[in-house]
């Protein structure tokens, strides 16, 4: 059973910066290298978005037009962790975050994804 476990979310101010952390355990038949990790949010009566990717190697990432410039994603294959650093955050930011593990180069649809946390929840005040 692989688990995704997220952290590093709060309430913050419009302008703030955030660094969410996921971290994986799984069995020893997985390898969390070998998957591309990505990161979506859940705004309230809203879907379920992309924000960022990062591929196995680390080697490529992409990220969705609402967070480019603002959001870093990064990865540390050693210690099975990933991460998503958010500056300059805006109320429309305010959601849950999702990290997922999937074997598609860098997908931006929830399809593409196995593997899911249960969320860390980021609130923006203005």
């Known amino acids: 059973q692989v688990q995704l476990v997220e952290s590093g979310g709060g309430l913050v101010q419009a302008g703030d910066s955030l660094r969410l952390s996921c971290a994986a355990s799984?069995?020893?038949?997985?390898?969390?290298?070998?998957?591309?990790m990505a990161w979506f949010r859940q705004a309230p009566g809203k879907d379920r978005e992309f924000v960022a990717a990062?591929?196995?190697?680390?080697?490529?990432?992409s990220y969705a037009d609402s967070v480019k410039g603002r959001a870093a994603i990064s990865r540390d294959n050693a210690k099975k962790t990933g991460y998503l650093q958010m500056n300059s955050l805006t109320p429309e930011d305010t959601a849950v975050y999702y990290c997922?593990?999937?074997?598609?180069?860098?997908?931006?649809?929830?399809?593409?994804?196995?593997?899911w946390g249960q969320g860390t929840q980021v609130t923006v005040s203005s």
């Open positions: 997922a593990l999937g074997l598609s180069s860098n997908g931006r649809s929830r399809a593409e994804y196995y593997y």
């Open positions: 799984h069995p020893t038949f997985i390898t969390f290298s070998t998957y591309t």
């Open positions: 990062i591929s196995s190697s680390s080697g490529s990432t």
